[in-house]
């Protein structure tokens, strides 16, 4: 019994997670692009699947987070494999240039929403 | 469907019962990254209100409680606003 929302019935049972990253501010586009590189390689050396980051550019922070008043945000979708997880977290968390990072399983029926235009940009 | 008496209550204003926004627009999941639709569930303090006052269902109003719980993670929503 495949859902109606699924587009790869046969590996219907594969979870898509997402994962949103808060880069510091001091990196420029480009090597925040190289870092979100840097995990995109490592989802895909552990043997899952990673989707087009979605760059919501630099935003201003609802708080202060080490000393920081805003930061890059990049949302991007994957699927894990077996180690991806574990490995992702592991290395997200020793980053120095990721403030701040979150990793949620998506549910299966959640299709792809528009994102919220990237509002409040500073300088 | 409204857990609101439907009997006119012995003081005040008389029960509206008013669908659910979220059971309305048929949402499956809150997006903790919507956040501007998040902002209408919280105070102007930052708090999120209470049921009675956003007119949730007991199912949505618990995931629109952790979705702006995991906003105010990612500093897309504040934990308090003026200090």
């Known amino acids: ?123 | 469907m409204g857990r609101r008496r439907n009997g006119p209550p012995r003081g005040g204003r008389p029960t509206k019962s008013k669908p659910c926004v979220f059971c309305k627009e048929n949402v499956a999941y809150v997006d903790y990254k919507d956040y501007n639709l998040l902002r209408r569930f919280v105070s102007d303090r930052g708090k999120v209100r209470a049921r009675r006052v956003t007119g949730l269902c007991p199912q949505h109003q618990r995931e629109a409680a952790s979705a702006i719980k995991r906003a105010r993670e990612m500093a897309l929503l504040p934990y308090v606003v003026g200090r």
């Open chain 1, 1 to 123: 019994m495949t859902g109606e929302a699924d587009t790869r019935p046969e590996e219907a049972n594969i979870d898509t997670y997402e994962a949103m990253l808060i880069v510091i501010p001091e990196l420029d586009e480009e090597q925040v692009e190289n870092t979100v590189g840097r995990f995109r390689t490592i989802i895909e050396r552990t043997g899952g699947e990673a989707g087009e980051p979605n760059h919501w550019g630099r935003r201003k922070l609802a708080y202060e987070i080490d000393h920081r008043t805003d930061g890059f945000y990049v949302v991007m979708e994957f699927t894990a494999g077996e180690r991806t997880l574990v490995e992702l977290k592991r290395i997200l968390r020793v980053s120095d240039d990721v403030l701040r990072h979150m990793v949620v399983k998506l549910p299966p029926s959640y299709a792809h929403k528009p994102l919220p235009e990237p509002a409040e940009v500073t300088a």
